[in-house]
């Protein structure tokens, strides 16, 4: 599929719940395998509907370690929730699909708990913290049609993506910066 672009109106519009009967859906099978397939070619750690031009409430996410090399996991999150966020963030560089050019620095709460359905419709929570907390919270903000770059603190936080290693010795940070 191709991914939205930023300046893609359908990136800053707020996503449509999925409705529960849809999951059943051979169309909604095939979105999902089509997100999937494509968010493996980006080689990204998370997508969501609105960036493949679906404004639904609904996003992909590589929270766990691969189990074997090369394997990942991708978990789907229909309808999610952000239920508690830590009153504790942390900045962190995050890359995004729809303009892999540029890494932002974005704060963000450093735990989270949420509530989704999965595939199969079933009502699931989770607590995460640290770097699958931050892929989340990126990844519900392209459903509330938020990007990085808004949450930057400064536009000094956001840079070109080639000028990372540059940046990072500047400021003495070490980065593994993953697209989402
Ligand atoms: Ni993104």
Partial sequence: ??????????????????PPE?????????LIEAMVQTLEEAGGVGLAAPQVFVSQRL????????REEGVREVEVFINPRLT????????GWEGCLSFPELQV??????RIALEFL??????RTLQLEGFPARIIQHEYDHLEGILTLDRAASTRDIVKA???EAVLSERGEIGDIPSE
């Fill in 105 to 110: 620095l974005v704060p963000r709460h450093r």
């Fill in 59 to 66: 996003f992909l996410a590589c929270i766990n370690p691969p």
């Fill in 22 to 30: 849809a999951l059943d859906s051979p169309a909604f099978r095939e």
């Fill in 118 to 123: 999965d595939l199969a419709g079933r009502q």
């Fill in 1 to 18: 599929m191709k991914i939205a672009q930023l300046g893609q109106p359908v990136l800053r519009q707020v996503a449509e719940p999925v």
């Fill in 162 to 164: 080639s000028e990372m």
């Fill in 84 to 91: 508690e966020r830590s009153v504790e963030r942390e900045p």
